[in-house]
């Protein structure tokens, strides 16, 4: 059975320009719309998603996510930052991290990309990863 949600991790991030230090690289593939709508996080300015990791992260802390979305062949780069945090053991909730897309272009196209994707979706009243 496939899992909605796959994540591997790479050991070679880009270097992020604001602080001089490589980011966490999370490649994250979300194979089913309800996955999609469980993990954004369209509560966080300029748009947010929930990975599932157990790796320690602090708030703050720079992530790049390469993210595979349904079925489509092209991956979508989110460079961002560490704004959530679901520590292990916290009961009904998966650990892992939010993390918010950064303000720029890039940021924007893939909150624009999932927001298309999501349609009305973004609207109904479903439980979400986060709250």
């Known amino acids: ?26 490649q994250l593939a979300i194979k089913e719309k309800g996955a999609l709508s ?28 390469i993210l595979t979305l349904l079925d489509e062949p092209a991956k979508v780069p989110i460079p961002g930052k560490v704004c959530w945090i ?21 940021g924007e196209q893939a909150r624009i990309k999932i927001e298309a994707l999501l349609g009305t979706l973004l609207s109904a009243p479903r439980p979400t990863h986060t709250l």
């Open 1 to 26: 059975m496939e899992q909605p949600h796959q994540r591997t991790e790479s050991a070679t991030p880009p270097n992020d320009a604001a602080t001089g230090l490589r980011p966490s690289v999370i």
């Open 38 to 65: 469980s993990a954004y996080m369209h509560f966080v300015e300029g748009g947010g998603l929930f990975v599932p990791t157990t790796r320690p992260a602090q708030l703050g802390d720079a992530v790049y996510a």
């Open 86 to 106: 679901t520590p292990a053991g916290v009961p009904g909730r998966q650990q892992g991290i939010g993390i918010q897309f950064s303000s720029n272009e890039t």
